[in-house]
């Protein structure tokens, strides 16, 4: 690529990325030239326009400071790893100083791209972020291929409090009884539509973009990528994971509904279809909670969507499934706590009774978390507290957490005491 075409491009990103109206994300960033800084996440999530939202918002960075670059860009077709370094040399020549800051978007598609990011990371002039996801090379293998130089931020569709944002809404301090209601109604669309932003401003073309969306994770990320011929079992397995959200999931019940069907595959066919899908970032699998790690590594786990709207849209519907959805939120909000909190460990608790979430942190378990919609129902209430109580006996724990839907407060249950907060209070 000719130099003056490559700073034509580098000052032309500049412009474009000063032009857009980028609204600022939750997520913070300690900056450090000691790493490589991936951001990873699932498609459409947003992960370009947060490496916006740090030029524009977070760092708010000079035009001489930085350089951008986007490998899908129809000027960087046909770019290699020279023209990756080349581009320091032509902004340097150019402002007169090195850039303090590289962003490399779609980094994939650049043929051995690693080898020009170690190169600029060995020198600790940048700061380095790279992002992308594409079937050459899922946003998750980005980090692993810079393994042991990189601290790695994942980004998720919008939290909730990121959907107030999206959508204008300011909370002011003390609510009134109609604030609470708006911030309530809010939670049903976002519960109902998720998310992901294109969903955020106009959640009329919902029901398109997810079935374009799982279009193009089976066969981008997916078919293509391994060259997987049997199209049906990994759209049946897509479906049984919507089908199943917040519940246990089992490749071995999979497996046997199949054959039952008379429908042949291995089991290790299942296994390898399921951690696709968990690399793409389309699911999660929760592990229950054991002092013995060959009993989690083991254990049935929970499958959660990466978004509700996908749930509501392609498979299951609102109201009928309104407490699987909170926990369902509540999972993801963990997910994104985990960005702030590296340390901290999601899992599930199943011992006769089931906790749906335990929180640990290096070697002490921190809180047990439940999910409820109707706390007030007398048996529902009963079963919910009779688990936490065995639950905070054996693991020593006595942070009690229920998240309903309407019921905030403290209540002592014999020697525990357990809290009860709402979910939008919670998210919040």
Known sequence: MEKRSLLRYLTDKKEQIRGLKVL????????????????????????SFYLYDLILNKFKIKDEDFIYLNFEDTEMIGAGL????????????????????????????IENWEKAVRGLYETKNHYLFIS????????????????????????????????????????KLPLSTSDENQIKNNLRKYMEFGGFPDIVFDNQIADRFFKEYLDLVLFRDIIERYNIKNIFIIKFLIKSMLASFSKQSSVNGTFNTLKSQGIKVSKKTLYNYTSYLEDSFFAFFLKKFSYSVKITEASLPKVFINDTGLITSLISGFSENFGRLMENIVFLELKRAQNEYPGLEIYYYKNGIEVDFLLKEKLEIKQLLQVCYDIEDPDTKEREIKALRKASMELKCSDLLVITWER?????????????????????
């Open 24 to 47: 600022s994300r939750s997520l913070e960033i300690q900056k450090t030239k000691q790493f490589v800084i991936p951001i990873i996440g699932p498609r459409r999530a947003g992960k």
């Open 82 to 109: 020279k023209d990756m370094l080349d581009a320091v040399n032509v902004h340097e020549e150019f402002y007169g100083k090195i850039p303090e800051y590289i962003f490399l978007d779609e980094v994939q598609n």
């Open 132 to 171: 992308g996801s594409s079937s050459k090379l899922l946003s998750k293998e980005i980090a692993t291929s810079l393994r042991g130089r990189t601290l790695t931020y994942s980004i998720l569709p919008l939290s909730f409090k990121e959907f107030l944002v999206f959508n204008d809404i300011k909370i």
């Open 408 to 428: 905030e407060g403290e209540e002592r249950i014999g020697n525990n005491k357990v809290v009860y907060l709402p979910l939008w209070k919670w998210l919040l």
